[in-house]
């Protein structure tokens, strides 16, 4: 099983910017997929951002405030969030999917944007 260590969270105010990071212990890192997903209170986890293994990549806010890149020299996925607004309040959480299946999945990073 893959372990998965999330790191860039805290307490940020609104207007700012973010970038999460997350690292994976495989040393072929370069052949999964990676997520990111986040959880706001009392909503349900919902996709962030994508990007696969070839580097294709998808988001899915509809303001399109989030981006998503991968390093594999590092074996880090990035998640960089700009404008911060409260709404981003959420544990988010790092993904990793596998090219024949399976996942695992991070302990998740709390953020707070509030003033």
């Known amino acids: 099983q893959i372990q998965l260590v999330e790191s860039g969270g805290g307490c940020l105010q609104p207007g700012g910017s973010l970038r999460l990071s997350c690292v994976a212990s495989?040393?072929?890192?370069?052949?999964?997929?990676m997520s990111w997903f986040r959880q706001a209170p009392g909503k349900e986890r919902e996709l962030v951002a994508r990007i696969t293994s070839i580097n294709n990549t998808w988001t899915f806010d509809e303001e399109g405030r989030c981006s998503i890149s991968r390093d594999n020299n590092r074996n880090t996925v990035y998640l960089e969030i700009v404008n911060l607004k409260p709404e981003d309040t959420a544990v988010y959480y790092c993904?990793?999917?596998?090219?024949?299946?399976?996942?695992?999945w991070g302990q998740g990073t709390q953020v707070t944007v509030s003033s």
């Open positions: 993904n990793i999917r596998g090219p024949y299946g399976g996942e695992s």
């Open positions: 495989t040393t072929d890192f370069s052949s999964f997929h």
